[in-house]
């Protein structure tokens, strides 16, 4: 017996590896920081342990600086490794500090300690000794140069810089560039200062600092027209242990003419951002490029002028820099007439480059800036000056412009594309999320999605495009910053978004609907503020997040239940915008969009008010939540589909999907909601996408309708490869690279992979995958915690597998879907864990926790687990197809016409094409991708008006052959019109036309192919 148990004792302990040191060392969120604000910091870790189901037991952390101890937490018995917060003595300013954690494991071993991370103390307001600074003077769309040399005779150990500016600087030292700066902020508010180690770029003997600063001074709604400043200050310690500092103040040099011709700006953009960009002419013979050099002679410059800016409030920026990320070469590149046309294939946020030789002294070249091909989508221009000979010029201080295409004028003698390049420039992101999946239809639009968000982080602000707006809405800022959560490492863009808007929070409450820049108020965009506080504390666990914006969460919540109507629903002032751009739902009243916002906005202040221990204001959310859905559901739900207000009559699926989103349908009323939505077109414009999709994935079962739908961004891929802000075709309303649409960077993981956080720091999180229109996809989610992947395959009608890693100190609940299988049998990594509705227990680190009636559910801890489930196959509900004119699944032919305006409550989505009566040269074609064959009911929809056509001819292609239906489009606007019965091979083989062969205009604007069985869905079993 003895031998039995020292046999198990032995093999347990074989098993059993000791946790590894902790990596991915973190302090306020930032790997290594250069400046953080003197507040106690906060530190995090990942667990390295591959044993099964590992969780860490205790902590030990020890901060110092230079050879002394500052902290030594001792063992501490916690499982928390996100935003563990510093307890020792207080921390000087402008100060290294080096620290490093070890951990326990669950059964007490221990770790290594981790290899030494730093963090750098910036400088408290009364910690500054420099002085704001200009060059004396004021013009709107303002450029200033500053120099200051100064000598060392000692050897450095360690230099801090620490800089602003407002609006923006380029800095230099000693000829090298250190980076653009700062982040896009309100100074008077929540403005921030950047640091920079320069250790090594110091030298003994002639220093110098060199920088561009910018005022634009005349903003509208991108940024706030605080006053001119720059301000810098370099703290020095040498090897012998004294000190000095450069400061920013009057005996600096300053230019005030530099090469940047300030007179007669002119400005781009459209609607508020009118002059949000002006264009930049830069006048190359006045500029030395020696000037950012030690050894430059700036005797001939005047002194810089001391500005009293006492009112700004400056913070450590914990954004990230804004880089220079990617340089493209043309795809093509060509003349035309006197121009050059460079194409980049893609659009992109930044600025060109160009290479010019032999021009005359004082000529200048003109740039262009198209966002889809030559002369289509303008975005403004530049021009330059020139100096002669060869000279290359980037047109790169701070954020840009935005362009597929160049179109370069002023150019003697012969270019090359080599002379060309476009540098996509953006905040920097650590880009460390993926997917794919089976459609690679969808993987582009992923990729063009996560790559638009990206790009349009510009100086720390979500600033959705690059040229008519560049403004950081509030419902931008969550479309776009939920993406950048899912696949950017460590980002902490949203921590400064919500910090932006409590910064300009109005007395009673309200925020504001832009911010750095107070402007507009939209209600329901501000809803967007909790929802964003939320998801940012689920990635990053920072308690100090939600307790310091507590406050501001509880004066919005007020002003927002002041607005509280008898019926118990919300009907608040300020402008409505329930889908901008071009959606047709009513925004007015007590509308479903601004109810379900507060109802989530009710969920995460309850969320928020438990974690903090706020009991009363905890029960007073939760009981409000309570009678608010109570009131949802009496006013606006008929037990089928939502109204999209009180008193209204509109049922479309964009206000259903509200509901859904936010979990306001009631249990037993799911299927019929589910099956309703099923059959209806999206009626989405741009921004209610958001809601139309993550609405449709919290159903479930629609993934097959959601991937059938996504055929609408095909226009953005086909033109630009970048997102646009609507689905409709390029215009001046439809900004083709601004990306608020650029949502599914954040949905294809979440929903199609599964992965979704439920605990702090992703301490827990599900993954809950919805397979239906796809059979195969794999994704991974960065975490503070480590990377989580999931990846499933549909092997067989009766087989489907997911493959899982699941990090240390983290627990997931796994939701295995059973989809088109019953008599279902689950095994992990070959032992059977559920078979004939019994569960096992006998697999370590899995188990059982229940069932629906679509998914059987287990948790598992750590490690990488392969779970496989097979049964008898069965079949699923068959999918409406409906071809919009709005999606490409409708191709035009010869002279139609686009109507975005009239009848916009008989259109199908956002418009709707209409012809002259003719002899059918022009044509619409509906042709639908049918997931099976069959038989399917066609049904046609059109707007009705007295020049309409009484004998529209809608001719159906079918397995069988083709028939010719004539209808009377004066009648029966805005309704589904039975056409026929007919069979269809799956695929794209089927297809409807309809032609301008008639007697008065005709109306093309969308095809319904519906199985036979969901035909009574539509409403609509019979012609009329």
Not at 197 to 209: K, P, S
Not at 801 to 824: E, K, R, S
Request: charged content about 20%; glycine content about 10%; overall charge negative.
């Amino acid at each position: 017996m003895r031998v039995v148990l020292l046999i198990l004792f032995v093999t347990a302990s074989a098993r059993a590896v000791p946790p590894g040191a902790p990596t991915g060392l973190l302090t306020n969120g930032i790997v290594d920081p250069q400046a953080v604000d003197v507040a106690p910091p906060a530190f995090s870790w990942v667990m390295n342990d591959p044993d099964r189901g590992e969780v860490q037991s205790a902590w030990q952390v020890v901060v110092s600086s230079g050879s002394s101890v500052v902290w030594d937490s001792g063992k501490i018995r916690s499982s928390a490794s996100s935003s563990v917060p510093y307890a020792g003595p207080a921390l000087g300013p402008a100060t290294r500090y080096l620290w490093r954690v070890k951990l326990w494991d669950k059964d007490g071993n221990e770790s290594p300690f981790s290899s030494q991370s730093s963090f750098d103390t910036g400088l408290s307001k009364t910690d500054w000794t420099a002085s704001f600074i200009w060059d004396g003077t004021a013009n709107e769309n303002n450029f200033a140069r500053f120099r200051k040399g100064f000598m060392l005779s000692k050897r450095v150990r360690l230099a801090k810089v620490f800089a602003s500016a407002h609006n923006d600087f380029i800095l230099h030292l000693n000829g090298t560039r250190l980076g653009f700066g700062p982040a896009r902020s309100n100074p008077t508010t929540y403005g921030q200062y950047v640091g920079y180690d320069v250790t090594t770029l110091l030298a003994q003997g002639a220093n110098a600092f060199a920088a561009d600063a910018h005022w634009h001074g005349v903003w509208n709604d991108s940024g706030t027209n605080a006053s001119p400043a720059f301000l810098l200050e370099c703290r020095i310690l040498f090897d012998d242990g004294t000190t000095v500092t450069i400061s920013s103040d009057s005996t600096w040099k300053t230019l005030a003419a530099t090469p940047f011709i300030e007179s007669s700006p002119t400005y781009f953009g459209l609607y508020g951002g009118v002059r949000n960009r002006a264009a930049i002419r830069y006048d190359a013979r006045l500029d030395d490029p020696r000037w950012t050099t030690a050894g430059f002679d700036d005797s001939s410059w005047g002194n810089a002028t001391e500005v009293d800016r006492s009112n700004y409030q400056l913070f450590a920026q914990r954004v990230a820099d804004q880089v220079e990320a990617e340089e493209l070469a043309p795809v093509s590149f060509a003349q035309s007439g006197g121009n050059w046309i460079a194409d980049f294939g893609k659009c992109i946020s930044g600025w060109p480059q160009i290479t010019l030789r032999d021009q005359v002294p004082g000529s200048v070249v003109r740039i262009e800036y198209y966002q889809m091909t030559d002369g289509s989508g303008s975005a403004g221009w530049d021009e330059y000056i020139c100096k002669g000979g060869t000279e290359t010029w980037r047109a790169n201080f701070g954020r840009h412009t935005s362009f597929k295409s160049l179109r370069l004028s002023g150019i003697t003698g012969t270019p090359t594309a080599d002379d060309f390049r476009a540098i996509t420039a953006h905040t920097k992101a650590d880009v460390a999320g993926s997917f794919e999946c089976s459609s690679p239809f969808l993987n582009d639009i992923f990729e063009m999605s996560e790559r638009s968000a990206r790009q349009n982080v510009q100086q720390g602000i979500l600033s959705v495009d690059a040229n008519r707006e560049q403004s950081p809405w509030s419902a931008d800022s969550h479309n776009i910053g939920i993406g950048l959560l899912y696949n950017h490492r460590h980002t902490l863009i949203l921590d400064k978004v919500l910090r932006d808007y409590a910064g300009e929070q109005m007395p009673d409450g309200r925020f504001w609907a832009c911010s750095p820049t107070p402007i507009y108020e939209i209600p329901e965009w501000s809803m967007h503020w909790p929802l964003m506080l939320w998801k940012q504390y689920l990635f990053t666990g920072d308690t100090r997040l939600l307790s310091d914006l507590w406050p501001h969460l509880v004066k919005w919540m007020t002003w927002a239940e002041s607005n509280t109507q008898p019926d118990g629903l919300l009907d608040a002032p300020g402008w409505r915008i329930a889908d901008y751009a071009g959606g047709i739902m009513e925004n007015d009243g007590r509308n479903i969009a601004l109810n379900a916002f507060y109802f989530g906005n009710l969920r995460v202040a309850h969320e928020i008010a438990t974690l903090l221990g706020h009991a009363t204001e905890a029960g007073l959310y939760q009981n409000r939540a309570a009678s608010l859905k109570t009131a949802i559901n009496t006013h606006l739900f008929d037990g089928t589909s939502y109204l999209t207000k009180a008193g209204g009559n509109q049922h479309i699926a964009l206000g259903t999907a509200y509901a859904l989103r936010f979990g306001l349908v009631p249990a037993e009323s799911h299927a019929q909601v589910t099956s309703w939505l099923r059959k209806q077109p999206a009626h989405i414009g741009g921004y209610g996408g958001y809601t139309y999709y993550s609405g449709a994935y919290q159903a479930g079962g629609l993934g097959d309708l959601i991937v059938s739908d996504l055929i609408r961004y095909q226009y953005m891929l086909s033109g630009n490869r970048t997102i646009w802000e609507s689905f409709g075709r390029p215009s001046p309303d439809n900004e083709t690279n601004h990306a608020w649409t650029a949502y599914p960077a954040e949905m294809f993981p979440r929903y199609i992979a599964g992965i979704a956080p439920t605990g702090p720091a992703f301490s827990s999180f599900d993954i809950k995958p919805e397979t239906r229109g796809l059979t195969y996809a794999q994704a991974t989610v960065p975490t503070i915690r480590g990377d989580i992947t999931s990846q499933w395959k549909r092997v067989s009608s009766g087989e489907f597998q997911l493959n899982c890693t699941i990090p240390a100190n983290t627990t997931a609940c796994v939701h295995l879907p059973l989809d088109g299988m019953t008599d279902v049998t689950i095994k992990e990594s070959g032992a059977t864990l559920y078979s004939n509705g019994v569960s096992s227990s006998n697999r370590a680190g899995v188990t059982f926790q229940g069932a629906d009636s679509r998914h059987l559910r287990f948790t598992a801890g750590s490690g990488r687990f392969t779970f496989i489930a097979t049964g008898t196959p069965v079949g699923l509900p068959p999918l409406t197809v409906i071809c919009d004119n709005d999606k490409p699944a409708v191709t035009l032919t010869g002279n139609w016409a686009n109507n975005s305006i009239n009848e916009v409550d008989e259109r199908c989505e956002l418009s709707f094409e209409y012809a002259v009566p003719g002899d059918g040269s022009a044509t619409a074609t509906f042709r639908p991708n049918l997931p099976n064959g069959g038989r399917y009911k066609i049904f046609a929809r059109w707007t009705s008006h007295k020049n309409r056509a009484t004998n529209a001819p809608y001719v159906i292609h079918h397995r069988q052959g083709r028939e010719t239906v004539l209808v009377d489009q004066e009648q029966n606007g805005g309704r589904w019109i039975l056409l026929g019965e007919y069979e269809f091979e799956a695929g794209t083989a089927g297809h409807v036309v309809l032609s301008n062969q008639a007697n008065e205009h005709v109306v093309a604007d969308a095809v319904a192919f519906v199985p036979v069985s969901d035909s009574e869905a539509l409403g609509q079993s019979d012609a009329p």
